[in-house]
């Protein structure tokens, strides 16, 4: 059974970098596709971005700000936001890929809230 | 990007009734070198990450009672729940993955009559 497990900071001050940290466990992070997703408080959901062992996309709105990595030894990766301001407060949620990459998200982790503000 | 739009954004339903939510795209998300719609659908509930329900706009996810299903094409969907429980009380989105950025729907939100 794929698992996966949000953590980081919940709280990041304006034009400072959110980085969050998923650690997967039940599946090698090589041999699948990763993706990022927020949700704000009470609103609806939004893919940041994926990245698999060869490739990585982001959505254009935030793609000029933001970066994911891998760190394959401790099967994890990593979300990097820069420059955040309060329209950045989201609960964070990493997920897994459909089956060879397809984009639809079949295991999910629970989620961290991240609050930006002074 | 292609634009998700749901209805209506919540519904109440007795126990035992369908339950119905319809999801429109701005552009098909048919693609026909495969015959396949990119289009799946999800429910969330409070203080819950959101569960894979549906893919390819009719493919139950393993696990997913019979009485969601998913119908079709082109533009238009739905989800169907033909016998609403009380566990079903949730949130419904539908997302598209034909097109980057892969975009979902506003939810709908469904509850007890």
């Known amino acids: 059974q794929v698992q996966l497990q949000e953590s980081g900071p919940g709280l990041v001050k304006p034009s400072e970098t959110l980085s969050l940290t998923c650690t997967v466990s039940?599946?090698?992070?090589?041999?699948?596709?990763w993706s990022w997703i927020r949700q704000p408080p009470g609103k609806g959901l939004e893919v940041i971005g994926y990245?698999?062992?060869?490739?990585?996309n982001y959505n254009p709105s935030l793609k000029s700000r933001v970066s994911i990595s891998a760190d394959t030894s401790n099967n994890q990766f990593s979300l990097h936001l820069r420059s955040v301001t309060a329209a950045d407060t989201a609960l964070y949620y990493c997920?897994?890929?459909?089956?060879?990459?397809?984009?639809?998200?079949?295991?999910w982790g629970r989620g961290t809230l991240v609050t930006v503000s002074a | 990007d292609i634009v998700m739009t749901q209805s209506p954004d919540s519904l109440a339903v007795s126990l035992g009734e369908r339950a119905t939510i319809n999801c429109t795209s701005s552009?098909?998300?048919?693609?026909?070198?495969?015959?396949?719609?990119?289009l799946a659908w999800y429910q969330q509930k409070p203080g819950q990450p959101p569960r894979l329900l549906i893919y390819?706009?009719?493919s139950r996810e393993s696990g997913v009672p019979a009485r969601f299903s998913g119908g079709g094409s082109g533009t238009d969907f739905t989800l169907t729940i033909s016998s609403l429980q009380a566990e079903d009380v949730a949130g419904y989105y539908c997302?598209?993955?034909?097109?980057?950025?892969?975009?979902f729907g506003q939810g709908t939100k469904v509850d007890i009559k």
């Open positions: 390819w706009a009719s």
């Open positions: 552009q098909s998300i048919f693609y026909s070198s495969n015959n396949k719609n990119y």
């Open positions: 039940g599946a090698s992070i090589i041999n699948y596709y």
């Open positions: 997302q598209q993955y034909l097109s980057l950025p892969w975009t």
């Open positions: 990245f698999s062992y060869r490739s990585t």
């Open positions: 997920a897994k890929l459909g089956a060879l990459g397809l984009g639809y998200f079949d295991y």
